[in-house]
Structure formats: structure tokens, C-alpha cells
């Protein structure tokens, strides 16, 4: 017996040699493609410690830390690379290092 709900097709296809099967393999890589996922957006909080900046996570989760005095970027959890680029040049930019 087959699932009927995960094997409807979303669109046929006219194919004499897949017996049926081909609407079928259309309909699953359909539903296996995942929705488009929009990139974590980021804040930046003064810490009360002098020098100190945090970079949040839509969820306020800390991400990083930014020390005014050094220039230099703790992270804290895994950000992806081009994130992490985008975000370490928005900090030099916006509060640049104090030496």
C-alpha cells in the first residue's frame, strides 16, 4: 500500500517507461527541498566594562565579544566565515580600535 499523502505529485509528467513512478520521484524532490532561510541578523551592545562590545544574535544569544582596545574579535560560538567577515569589518568600521 502506498503513502498516498507523500507521493501525490505536484506537477505530471507524461513518461512511458516509468510506469507512474517518475510523477512520483518529481513529487518527492519537491517535498524534500527545503524553504529558503533567511541569514541571522545581528546587534551590538556596550557592555558596561570599559571597551567591551557584544555581538548578539537575533536571540541575544552573546556571539562574540569586541575589546575597543585591541581591535581584536573573541567569538564565542560558530559563525559562518562570511558572517563572521562582515561582522569583524562593521566593528573596525564603526568603533575602531584605540591604540
Known amino acids: 500500500m502506498r503513502p498516498h499523502f507523500l507521493l501525490r505529485p505536484l506537477f505530471s509528467v507524461n513518461c512511458c517507461w516509468t510506469g507512474g513512478y517518475g510523477r512520483s520521484l518529481l513529487a518527492w524532490i519537491g517535498i524534500m527541498q527545503k524553504p529558503a532561510v533567511q541569514p541571522p541578523s545581528f546587534h551590538f551592545k556596550r557592555t558596561k566594562q570599559n571597551g567591551l562590545i557584544e555581538v548578539l544574535n537575533e536571540g541575544s544569544y552573546v556571539m562574540a565579544e569586541y575589546s575597543e582596545r585591541t581591535g581584536v574579535v573573541s567569538w564565542q560560538r560558530v ?21
Do not use: N, S
Request: charged share 30%; no cysteine; net charge neutral.
Open 79 to 99: 559563525v559562518l566565515a562570511a558572517q563572521r567577515e562582515k561582522i569583524e569589518k562593521w566593528l573596525g568600521d564603526h568603533y575602531p580600535a584605540q591604540v
